[in-house]
């Protein structure tokens, strides 16, 4: 993942989940390790608007794409 797109990830994230919860830690910390697997699986926990959940979804698709050739 860029560091563009993690910084693009973790303020979107920010934004949604206003207080620092340990699961928006668990999130920023997946998103820090290069873990997509991880945060899809965290934010099946979080209550997202569908277009929250979109959006997020399409981010994380980005991420893994970025992550071929690994």
């Not at 693009?8 to 668990?26: F, G």
Request: hydrophobic share 35%; glycine share 2%; no cysteine.
């Amino acid at each position: 993942m860029s560091e563009q797109a993690r910084v693009s990830l973790r303020r979107w994230l920010r934004r949604q989940l206003r207080q620092p919860t340990p699961q928006r830690e668990r999130l920023e910390a997946a998103v820090t390790h290069d873990d997509p697997v991880e945060a899809r699986r965290l934010l099946e926990r979080f209550d997202f608007t569908d277009a929250q959940r979109r959006h997020v979804e399409l981010l994380i698709d980005e991420w893994e794409r970025s992550r071929v050739g690994h």
